[in-house]
């Protein structure tokens, strides 16, 4: 398994997403529970792609001193490709945590700290998954092609269910979890459960919290495969992974009000999938250059947002 990490550099990633976290948690504990705000989002929005830019300079300027410029030019675009590609596909992420929290009716003030959680329990799932991706890849090559045809599918999939109205209804997790978990029906500020032992009751934010885990692994599985497209190298594939996630809650914050004016998004993510998923499928035969993939991926989101922008979903310029 070849990577350009080292101790050093694996350690000087672990301590800046745990001084990230901290000073987001302390921020956020020092303001309290509230309604996040639009410039409060956009503000930590610039912020999380800030430090990411940042951690992609400080990444090239090292590779540039130890191993030259091609391989530290190399370096930068599969971050900077994997973590575009990681923070479109988010977007999905945000939709279905928004459906969530209008379909358990979650006090605004308690959606942060369900998001903060969520982002601790992504970040644990995704790295296992990557190790386990990469060493997957590095003994069995033809999982390449698994990956693929998977990406392919889901793209196929997911430009098929584009604006159709999701619905939890008939969500088999959550139709298990309501009828076998012992829950009260109404919110306790930010408590998850009331009383102890057998008689511990379960809050709809714990209901919440469940489901938000299971869709990070369900997206994680659709997204990690997306990367490992860009490069085999777990350093750039966590990083860049960790660093979109980081940036999910607010990003959440910042494109909840807008969810509608973004329609045809899903559509462009689905295209993106199936680019991802074909180049896996062809890698052997011809490998598109890092660079293409950049444009390509930028194209399509810009194109798609775009679109959305100029024609206007119809209920939302009906209403």
Do not use: C
């Amino acid at each position: 398994m070849e990577t350009i990490g080292n101790p050093w550099l694996w350690a000087s990633f672990g301590g800046l997403v745990v001084v990230a976290l901290m000073v987001d948690l302390v921020l956020m504990r020092h303001g309290g529970a509230h309604k996040v705000t639009f410039k409060e989002a956009m503000w930590w929005s610039l912020g999380w792609v800030a430090l990411a830019l940042a951690f992609n300079g400080g990444l090239w300027w090292y590779v540039h001193e130890t191993a030259g410029l091609a391989q530290a030019n190399r370096v930068g675009l599969e971050f900077l490709t994997g973590y575009l590609v990681e923070k479109s596909l988010a977007v999905d992420n945000i939709f279905v945590f928004l459906m969530l929290f209008t379909y358990f009716a979650v006090p605004e003030e308690q959606r942060q700290r369900v998001l903060v959680i969520g982002i601790l329990l992504a970040i644990v799932l995704r790295a296992i998954l990557i190790f386990a991706g990469a060493a997957l890849l590095a003994k069995f090559h033809w999982m390449l092609y698994v990956f693929g045809a998977f990406l392919l599918l889901t793209g196929v999939k997911m430009w098929f269910a584009a604006g159709k109205e999701p619905s939890l209804e008939n969500n088999p997790v959550l139709r298990w979890l309501t009828a076998h978990v012992p829950f009260v029906r109404r919110y306790h500020g930010g408590a998850l459960w009331l009383g102890s032992g057998r008689r511990r009751k379960f809050t709809p934010l714990f209901i919440v919290l469940v489901m938000i885990g299971i869709t990070d692994v369900i997206f994680a599985v659709d997204s990690i495969p997306a990367i490992f497209a860009i490069t085999y190298d777990p350093f750039i594939v966590l990083t860049s992974n960790v660093f979109a996630v980081l940036g999910l809650r607010a990003m959440f914050f910042l494109l909840a009000g807008m969810a509608d004016r973004f329609h045809l998004l899903p559509y462009g993510l689905a295209v993106v999938l199936g680019f991802i998923g074909a180049k896996m499928l062809v890698v052997d035969v011809y490998k598109i250059p890092v660079l293409w993939s950049l444009g390509v991926v930028a194209l399509i989101l810009g194109t798609t947002i775009a679109l959305s922008l100029a024609r206007p979903a119809r209920r939302a310029a009906d209403g």
